[in-house]
């Protein structure tokens, strides 16, 4: 079992629940917080800390707009509560309710903060 990077676990231990950043719906930065939880808790995070995933692979976000810059959102803004499955080096496999497999693909985040950081 991989040990989850101290950045990372304090980082999330840090999201305060109730004090979404301006602009961020409550419903949606609650949701995103406990994608947050659920992912250093499932197993996959061994093989994304395997294939030294960054933090902005997983938890990165565009400063300015977190919520629309889809090109700036790690992985745990993309879950939207389906099921991830596997990781390797260039993509993350996440399953659907229906079955469907959706494919992540890492790629740079020039413009990108952590998640704790807005």
């Given at each position: 079992?991989a040990?989850?990077?101290?950045?990372?676990?304090?980082?999330v231990?840090?999201?305060?629940?109730?004090?979404p950043?301006?602009?961020?719906?409550?419903?949606?930065?609650?949701?995103?917080i406990?994608e947050?939880?659920k992912?250093?808790?499932?197993?996959?995070?061994?093989?994304?800390?395997?294939?030294?995933?960054?933090?902005?692979?997983v938890?990165?976000?565009?400063k300015i707009?977190?919520?629309?810059?889809?090109?700036?959102m790690g992985?745990?803004?993309?879950?939207?509560?389906r099921?991830?499955?596997?990781?390797?080096?260039?993509?993350?496999?996440i399953?659907t309710?229906?079955?469907?497999?959706?494919?992540?693909?890492?790629?740079?985040?020039?413009?990108?903060?952590?998640?704790?950081?807005?």
């Amino acid at each position: 079992m991989a040990i989850i990077p101290a950045v990372w676990r304090d980082g999330v231990k840090g999201l305060d629940w109730d004090r979404p950043p301006p602009n961020f719906p409550l419903d949606r930065w609650r949701n995103i917080i406990d994608e947050c939880d659920k992912l250093l808790d499932n197993p996959v995070i061994d093989a994304i800390i395997r294939y030294r995933w960054n933090t902005l692979d997983v938890f990165g976000c565009n400063k300015i707009a977190p919520l629309s810059r889809t090109d700036q959102m790690g992985l745990v803004f993309l879950i939207g509560g389906r099921r991830i499955i596997g990781a390797n080096e260039n993509s993350c496999a996440i399953i659907t309710n229906n079955d469907v497999t959706l494919t992540y693909y890492r790629k740079p985040k020039s413009e990108a903060v952590a998640i704790w950081e807005l």
